[in-house]
């Protein structure tokens, strides 16, 4: 479809996150806004769930769901480092077709975008600012905003006539106070003398308005006509005539109005408890319980349990039990989706496969902060930007992280991962690191140094598997530092990897007999370690011998 057949809302509006950086998103509540009044926590009764009237962001986000329409892709800026590739990369809002795309997605050729600089990730996209579309902030906010000045009233004649008297002003007064009245019943035939009377002296007086009403260009008003009756039998009095004005007593004054309050939107009730039993259509339950399904569904893999799902409304509900998912694979993925995250975070596994996938910084924060129980966690293959959202993200239940040939990693951003957080919690009196649960830990391809593996030794003693294959750095110096007498690991170790370490050499092969559980040691691919030397080792053991199924490879019996 052509630019120019899409309407101005084209595109479905998104509705904002908090950024929870401003003023008003790190402020607390207030308490006596009348949406503080309403919550729960201020003794409200919790119907409106809104926030505070001084909490409203003032530079609201785009939500963590939000894709490109022409790729499919989320904000991949912080995959590069120049101002012009982020700004590329970055999903930009328009604040005029609600379009959430890439600027470098667009092909309008020298056609710019105007960015506002008030609110991030919007601006007025290059097509709308080429067919010339005026802003919805310019034609429908601003009347909310601002009223515009009523134009001065144009005569019919010609140009515009002079300010009116202060008396024409207060007879004009007057006669619209009079309109807004309550119109008094005809109930005696005095009053109709008097009607006639003054409908006699109302069109003199209407004859020497009319100048004055055409001078101003208006109309005579269809309460102030020669009117007699209304459909309720009520007679319309004429201001400013030479009879009455008005009757009295007058008739009943209208109720006032009720003030009208401010609408909001109502979340739905939490969802309803899956039910136990299968309905079937003749209006009867199944014989088997919810608990036979599952163990039926167990035995099931991940295509059958979708085929499940389709089947009806309650297998959909039993499917996302977490007991079926406890582990999903998503690599190799070009792009992670929404509703794969959502999928995700629904089915709750307890390992999850994120290796060689597009996935970025934000989407993998908004996953680990929703998934407490995983305990297996594969990033390898993906981007030290993306892996950076583990420093941030708390993992209580983790026993096992891999982090495999991540490119650009350095001491620094290792010590940011393996360090505690420097911002505790309130009554947090011991600071532990991140990994200090963790049980195996994959380092292959890293460019690790001692500095990192002395922080490892010390933020991490509960590892029982440690992958440091093919690190360039790690040489002889490093295998002293993992058996040394002060190091934690010289009694949990049970399987070491330093296959493809070209610095380690036949002195330090002594040194593994410091750790009596050692099981699985494989230095496959050292070039400076000789078969020799690996079959003495062999030969000796720790506490007993090791059997060498491979050259270099040495395995125990547990």
Avoid at 129 to 141: D, H
Avoid at 436 to 455: N, P
Wanted: proline share 10%; net charge positive.
């Amino acid at each position: 479809m052509s630019s120019s057949s899409r309407g101005p809302g084209a595109g479905a509006r998104r509705r904002r996150t908090r950024c929870r950086r401003c003023r008003a998103c790190v402020r607390t509540e207030c308490g006596d806004c009348h949406f503080c009044r309403d919550m729960k926590k201020f003794g409200g009764p919790g119907r409106m769930k809104q926030s505070c009237l001084l909490r409203q962001c003032t530079a609201p986000v785009l939500p963590h769901t939000a894709v490109c329409l022409l790729c499919g892709e989320a904000g991949k800026e912080d995959t590069v480092e120049g101002e012009e590739e982020k700004f590329g990369l970055s999903l930009m809002e328009c604040t005029i077709c609600n379009e959430i795309v890439h600027p470098g997605c667009l092909k309008m050729g020298k056609a710019e975008g105007v960015i506002n600089a008030e609110i991030p990730n919007c601006w007025e996209c290059p097509r709308c600012t080429q067919e010339g579309r005026t802003s919805k902030v310019k034609g429908g906010r601003e009347r909310h905003l601002k009223k515009k000045p009523k134009p001065p009233l144009a005569s019919v004649e010609g140009p515009a006539a002079p300010s009116p008297s202060p008396q024409r002003e207060k007879l004009e007064r007057f006669k619209r106070m009079c309109q807004l009245l309550e119109r008094v019943p005809d109930t005696s035939s005095s009053s109709s003398d008097s009607d006639s009377d003054s409908d006699s002296s109302g069109t003199s007086l209407s004859e020497d308005e009319a100048p004055g009403e055409a001078r101003n260009g208006r109309r005579p008003a269809r309460g102030s006509s020669g009117e007699k009756e209304n459909r309720g039998g009520r007679r319309a009095v004429r201001p400013g005539s030479g009879g009455p004005l008005l009757s009295w007593p007058l008739g009943p004054a209208p109720p006032p109005r009720p003030p009208q309050l401010e609408r909001h939107v109502v979340r739905p009730p939490p969802r309803s408890p899956e039910p136990d039993t299968l309905p079937l259509a003749a209006g009867s339950d199944h014989p088997l319980p919810r608990a036979a399904w599952l163990r039926v569904f167990q035995h099931l893999g991940p295509r059958e349990l979708c085929i499940c799902m389709r089947v009806c409304r309650t297998w959909s509900r039993w499917c996302y039990d977490k007991r079926l998912w406890p582990r999903m694979d998503l690599s190799r993925r070009k792009s992670l989706t929404p509703p794969m995250l959502s999928g995700v975070v629904r089915r709750q596994p307890r390992a999850l496969d994120l290796s060689w996938t597009g996935v970025s910084k934000k989407q993998l924060m908004w996953l680990l902060n929703r998934l407490q129980g995983l305990q297996e966690l594969v990033l390898s293959g993906c981007s030290w930007l993306s892996v950076s959202a583990l420093g941030s993200a708390p993992l209580p239940a983790l026993r096992l992280l891999d982090l495999r040939w991540i490119e650009d990693v350095k001491d620094s951003q290792l010590r940011e991962l393996l360090l505690p957080p420097p911002d505790t919690k309130p009554g947090q009196t011991e600071s532990r690191g991140r990994l200090q649960g963790v049980a195996e830990l994959r380092l292959a391809g890293l460019e690790l140094t001692d500095a990192s593996l002395r922080l490892l030794l010390r933020h991490a003693p509960q590892l029982s598997a440690l992958d440091l294959s093919h690190c360039a750095h790690v040489g002889d110096p490093s295998v002293h530092l993992l058996t040394a007498p002060t190091s934690p690991l010289r009694e949990t170790l049970v399987h070491l990897n330093l296959a493809g370490c070209h610095r380690l050499t036949d002195h330090c092969l002594p040194l593994f007999r410091r750790c009596p559980r050692l099981r699985r040691l494989d230095l496959r691919s050292c070039r400076q370690l000789s078969p020799e030397a690996c079959a003495r080792l062999a030969a000796a053991g720790p506490p007993g011998p090791f059997r060498c199924p491979e050259e270099k490879l040495l395995l125990k019996d547990s």
